[in-house]
């Protein structure tokens, strides 16, 4: 089992650029691959990014392609989402996840609690 921690989250305006970390302890790391997805209220979690456990392949939702990119450091049982050009479509919770098997699309084991980004105009 894992347990992940989200941090990093916050208020930012439009055009602007955060980076969110989730942190892992439990399990060996780099047993997982790892991916952030959102929600905001009312909605279904929606995928947003994926590494796998070598951090050697990632995959994006097209509504983040070239502003987020997630990366991983296996050393510090870290994984990051930079987040750039964040427009207010963007608000929302985003999740940390874990999961066994990388796969597209990306099936979650574990969740973290999440971390709140708000975008304003």
């Known amino acids: 089992q894992v347990q992940l921690v989200e941090s990093g989250g916050g208020l930012v305006q439009a055009g602007g650029s955060l980076r969110l970390s989730c942190a892992a302890s439990?399990?060996?790391?780099?047993?997982?691959?790892m991916g952030w997805f959102r929600q905001t209220p009312g909605n279904e979690r929606e995928f947003v990014a994926a590494i796998s456990r070598s951090g050697s392949s990632t995959n994006y939702a097209d509504s983040v392609k070239c502003r987020f990119t997630i990366s991983r450091d296996n050393a510090k049982n870290t994984v990051y989402l930079q987040s750039n050009s964040l427009q207010p479509e963007d608000t929302a919770v985003y999740y940390c996840?874990?999961?066994?098997?990388?796969?597209?699309?990306?099936?979650?084991?574990?969740w973290g609690q999440g971390t709140q980004v708000t975008v304003s105009t």
């Open positions: 439990g399990r060996t790391f780099s047993s997982y691959s």
């Open positions: 996840a874990a999961a066994i098997e990388y796969s597209v699309p990306f099936v979650s084991t574990y």
